[in-house]
């Protein structure tokens, strides 16, 4: 019974069970879309762009706005400035973000340190689920519903174009439409997780659960529910030890997260290993190609 | 029609017509065209000059290597995508979908492996799986790139079977193809080396100077007039193509 109540008190608390709520709201959604974006290679772009919202989240902090309001408008202007950036194919896309990436987190930087902003860089760096509104809530459960049915719809011609761009256009699906449908549905995870978890932090929840999961799951749909079950479950972990632990609960989730991936993907390897020293000896070995 | 890939030009005065029904080999070098040809005419790469017009949407099976393996589908998921070309998307893949992809992996001899993830296939297994995918799309227009490369001679007889049967139902088919001896056997060939080098029957199309043009110096004229290619990789390396 000690145990019980150790682990439910957190849920006495109206904060922690807000919080709770939240992250796992957003965690469903973003624990199953993060599967498509490890699978189109989508990571780097997906921290970029929430990196590059942080001078839209301090304006909105100036201004008194909703984060979800200038975090929207921060995806959105970094998108473009990162777009814009990565074409210059004197200096490669790849540094062409990074150069815009951190110019923004500079310039959101120099804005939250200003005399009159609001001590509040902190929370938009790392995350406040303790500090979760009911607009919060509301903008989470969208998320959740509209994003999740985006992904159900999206489910096909995701499958078809991440496994052959050109077969799947043969089938009458625009890949480039595809992808950029993701983008969007990305740009919308982050505009809303970013709350909970922060600027620097948010990648987390979408990164950790299909890397836990990559490896021990048969299919697409397999691999987003388990990613989903994955970051409701770091989720609850983290704010456990936030609660028991007094430390931050963003960056309580986060580490949870991304000790899920680590775990899943030290399974992955041992799991291997086991295969390997169960397949039986022979004197003549020859050398075989797998395709991994 | 011309096409090109952020404003470097890769293919250019192209233009070819087939009626329905007819085969054509597309012979070219590696970095030739071929599967830019095959990108316009998917409509996946919009032309820079000229325009495509192909009735219906073509189906296209790819090359095993632009796919990909370490993605978690089955041989009866791979053939089920072919069912997207009936439109609604956004729902899943009714009974009769399945049953399709089903009877169709069937066809190409993979009934057995229809559950096993592509990448665990053999190369003319994952090659026979794309087959099923176009064959279940049911095009009028196939386009096949090099689908007997790196495939076992038992699925090299079965998708040659394959191709017999839908050029008797009437599709048109368009086969990239290093193999210079095989094109005498298609109705009409067509010469690319990043451009229009010929076309026409293989009789008047597969003579040396345009055998020459088309392949340069990975053309080796045998004693009889036998032609083979030796294929000029990316990584550095070649082998001899002589099937």
């Known amino acids: ?292 | 029609m011309a096409a090109s890939y952020d404003g470097a030009p890769v293919l250019e005065d192209v233009s070819f017509e087939v009626a329905p029904g007819r085969s054509v080999c597309v012979l070219g070098p590696n970095g030739g065209g071929k599967t830019t040809l095959f990108r316009v005419l998917l409509g996946e790469l919009e032309p820079v000059a000229g325009r495509v017009e192909v009735s219906g949407r073509p189906a296209h099976v790819a090359q095993t290597d632009r796919t990909r393996l370490d993605f978690p589908v089955t041989a009866l998921d791979v053939a089920t995508m072919g069912t997207l070309a009936n439109g609604r998307w956004w729902l899943p893949p009714r009974r009769a979908d399945r049953h399709a992809a089903r009877t169709t992996l069937e066809h190409v001899g993979l009934a057995d492996q229809a559950d096993i993830r592509f990448g665990e296939l053999s190369g003319g297994q994952r090659q026979r799986a794309l087959l099923a995918r176009a064959l279940v799309q049911d095009s009028p227009v196939l386009l096949l790139d090099e689908p007997l490369s790196g495939v076992d001679p038992a699925s090299a007889t079965l998708i040659e079977r394959v191709f017999g049967e839908l050029r008797e139902s009437g599709r048109t088919l368009l086969v990239a193809s290093h193999d210079v001896e095989s094109a005498r056997s298609y109705d009409l060939v067509l010469c690319l080396n990043r451009r229009q080098l010929a076309f026409g029957d293989p009789a008047s199309t597969l003579d040396r100077e345009t055998l020459k043009a088309t392949y340069g110096h990975e053309l080796i004229l045998l004693e009889g007039g036998r032609a083979v290619t030796v294929q000029h990789h990316e990584h550095g390396h070649a082998h001899e193509d002589e099937r």
């Open chain 1, 1 to 292: 019974m000690e145990v019980i109540d150790f682990l439910i008190d957190p849920l006495r608390s109206g904060i922690d069970r807000r919080a709770l709520l939240e992250l796992a709201m957003v965690g469903s959604l973003c624990g199953a879309l993060g599967f498509w974006i490890v699978t189109e290679r989508l990571a780097y772009g997906a921290e970029s762009l929430s990196h590059g919202l942080l001078p839209g989240l301090v304006l909105a902090a100036l201004a008194g706005a909703p984060v979800l309001l200038g975090a929207a408008g921060g995806a959105l202007v970094a998108a473009a400035l990162i777009a814009l950036a990565s074409r210059d194919a004197r200096v490669g896309p790849d540094t062409g973000t990074a150069i815009a990436v951190t110019g923004l987190v500079g310039l959101g930087a120099l804005l939250a340190l200003a005399p009159e902003a609001p001590q509040r860089l902190e929370e938009l760096l790392f995350g406040d689920p303790l500090g979760v509104t009911d607009g919060d809530l509301v903008a989470a459960a969208l998320l959740l519903v509209l994003g999740g049915g985006a992904l159900a719809a999206l489910h096909r011609p995701l499958t078809a174009v991440a496994f052959d761009a050109a077969g799947a256009a043969g089938a009458g699906i625009r890949p480039g439409l595809t992808r950029l449908a993701l983008l969007v549905l990305l740009a919308a995870a982050v505009a809303v997780a970013v709350q909970g978890l922060g600027a620097l932090l948010v990648l987390a929840v979408l990164i950790g659960p299909p890397v836990a999961v990559r490896a021990h799951t048969g299919n697409p749909a397999r691999a987003m529910a388990a990613g989903a079950g994955v970051a409701v479950a770091a989720a609850i972990v983290g704010i456990e030890v936030s609660f028991h632990a007094h430390s931050a609960a963003g960056a309580s989730v986060a580490l949870a997260l991304c000790a899920a991936a680590a775990l899943g993907a030290a399974l992955r390897r041992s799991r291997r290993a086991a295969r390997v020293r169960a397949r039986p000896r022979s004197p003549h070995r020859v050398p075989t190609a797998q395709a991994r």
